[in-house]
């Protein structure tokens, strides 16, 4: 495997199941754990300072109707991973889910993706009809490795 950082695909509710498994992984290759969030709402140019773990997306016109607040996933990933630092970092995309997370790979050199396995429940399968999986897609585009992580079943649910 490369040594490149691990990106993991941060839904707009981070699982803290998924962010855990995604950190213990990272912390065990040795590598640096991209948390990405992708917004689906808007498409914006993307910066990516090379060989930077601080890079972040910019928007010379920022997204004021974007359905998926940013402030609360990073909220929802410092309760489960701490600050943000030498170990991970927040990154911020747009467009297409799979696509974004593809581009982010590539141009981080990651040594592999991790995303959460399909979820219950009536708006997930609505979302699924409209975009189709996320996984599914990753794997049919991506040249690196994919990692699913089930979703909890419906029974060990709170």
Known sequence: MDTGPLIVGVPWDPLPRLIA????LADGLGVHLVCAFVDPS????????ARTKTAGSIDPQPNGESLFPVTEVRSALQAVLGAPGETWSLRVLNGSVPEALVRLADSAGASAIVVGGPRYGARASFSRL?????????????????????????????
């Open 21 to 24: 498994y995604a950190a213990e």
């Open 42 to 49: 808007g498409y914006l140019a993307e910066f990516d300072a």
């Open 130 to 158: 409209l975009e189709r999986s996320v996984s599914g897609r990753l794997m049919r585009i991506q040249r690196r490795p994919v990692i699913v992580v089930p979703a909890p079943s419906r029974e060990s649910r709170p």
